[in-house]
T-cell receptor, first 116, second 112 residues
Framework: DTEVTQTPKHLVMGMTNKKSLKCEQH?????MYWYKQKAKKPPELMFV???????INESVPSRFSPECPNSSLLNLHLHALQPEDSALYLC???????????????FGPGTRLTVL | QKEVEQDPGPLSVPEGAIVSLNCTYS??????FMWYRQYSRKGPELLMY????GNKEDGRFTAQVDKSSKYISLFIRDSQPSDSATYLC????????????FGTGTRLKVLA
């Protein structure tokens, strides 16, 4: 099973709201990723967690706050977003090279976020 | 110059045609090469993964890597309308940084 699940599928929020995106995988992968994708563009990396520790933060604004509660779950907390943050937010996971993995990333279906 | 170049298309072909999708790259350190298919408003789906140079076949799909030319290809045989999607190439160097470099994606339309 190479499934990564994401909830919710769609989210509409105002600029003063606080919401969270959730991602789950049960493939035993120890690296998990958040990407942002705008229409007709490739995914842009936001964060990488390796063994539940933040490994990469691509200079993402602090209104996006990632959290990795355990090896299967990844959250993205959203607060005071701007309309330009509207996009498809993708979660991905991979094995970890330090454990002999291939780093091939498997993506979830995404959460389509609209900020009003 | 971008690290990875990919023609954005759109590419329109008749059903049953052989489709060739290509990416070129400039970083000779890349050793892992992936192709993803992405339907509209969905997440990317891994199609093919190759390490270093050579060919890999899976059903109607063949991935080729030519490291000497810094050129990768994905061939789709007997293309179907259901193959209509955006195809993203991605590549990575074995530096332990987890970072993919994506192409811009090629939009493919297979006409029935």
């Amino acid at each position: 099973d190479t499934e990564v699940t994401q909830t919710p599928k769609h989210l509409v929020m105002g600029m003063t709201n606080k919401k969270s995106l959730k991602c789950e995988q049960h493939m035993g992968h120890r690296a998990m990723y958040w990407y942002k994708q705008k229409a007709k563009k490739p995914p842009e990396l936001m964060f990488v967690y390796s063994y539940e520790k933040l490994s990469i933060n691509e200079s993402v604004p602090s209104r996006f706050s990632p959290e990795c509660p355990n090896s299967s779950l990844l959250n993205l907390h959203l607060h005071a977003l701007q309309p330009e943050d509207s996009a498809l937010y993708l979660c991905a996971s991979s094995q970890d090279r330090t454990s002999g993995g291939t780093d091939t990333q498997y993506f979830g279906p995404g959460t389509r976020l609209t900020v009003l | 110059q971008k690290e990875v170049e990919q023609d954005p298309g759109p590419l329109s072909v008749p059903e049953g045609a052989i489709v060739s999708l290509n990416c070129t790259y400039s970083n000779s350190a890349f050793q892992y090469f992936m192709w993803y298919r992405q339907y509209s408003r969905k997440g990317p789906e891994l199609l093919m993964y190759t390490y270093s140079s050579g060919n890999k076949e899976d059903g109607r799909f063949t991935a080729q890597v030519d490291k000497s030319s810094k050129y990768i290809s994905l061939f789709i045989r007997d293309s179907q309308p259901s193959d209509s999607a955006t195809y993203l190439c991605a590549m990575m160097a074995p530096t332990g940084t987890y970072k993919y470099i994506f192409g811009t994606g090629t939009r493919l339309k297979v006409l029935a």
